[in-house]
């Protein structure tokens, strides 16, 4: 097994996915949190890395493999107290290479790996030139839930003090 680590820059990272998989290579390293621009709007910091490992393999029907793992945390706001937290991101990812993406529609590959009791990984359209820190960024949003918040949050929300305030109410003030 081949491992190559990633340099930590901003530039994509154009591999042959297909040879990655056909060598059984390994990428690793880190991914600067900085440079997961589509995750900006939702952190609260933008400091920090996470781990990746990227794996490529064939499996027993012989077809292209890739095992993606990341893991860390991002600083994000709970969007239900809106206080900071710590999201802890922990990706355990197969997926399935195909040529085209008329391959993706294939089901006899799914029918048999369910009559086999097998798991069917997700397809995605590989190339010799695709873009591994797309795929990484693209796994870690998809590992986000819907909506960040404390398992428990700390600070309640402000109750209501029973007086029903109205907009027309400050002009009823204003009247008298």
């Not at 930590?8 to 621009?37: C, M, S, Y």
Request: charged share 25%; glycine share 4%; hydrophobic share 35%.
């Amino acid at each position: 097994m081949n491992t190559e680590t990633t340099p930590n820059t901003t530039q994509h990272w154009p591999h042959d996915v297909f040879a990655l998989a056909k060598h059984n290579e390994t990428l690793e390293g880190e991914l600067r949190i900085a440079d997961l621009t589509r995750l900006h709007p939702e952190l609260s910091q933008k400091t920090g890395a996470l781990t990746y490992r990227v794996t490529g393999f064939t499996n027993d029907a012989q077809h292209p493999m890739l095992h993606i793992i990341i893991n860390g945390e991002l600083h994000m706001v709970c969007q239900r107290c809106l206080e900071e937290m710590t999201q802890t991101i922990d990706v355990d990812n197969l997926l399935h290479l195909v040529h085209s993406e008329a391959e993706l529609d294939n089901e006899e590959d799914e029918i048999n790996a369910i009559l086999a009791g097998d798991e069917f990984p997700e397809k995605i359209v590989g190339s010799q030139s695709f873009d591994i820190f797309a795929l990484l960024e693209d796994e870690v949003i998809l590992s986000l839930p819907h909506s960040v918040t404390h398992t428990v949050c700390d600070k309640a929300l402000p109750t209501s003090s029973g007086e029903k305030i109205t907009p027309f109410s400050v002009l009823s003030k204003l009247k008298s």
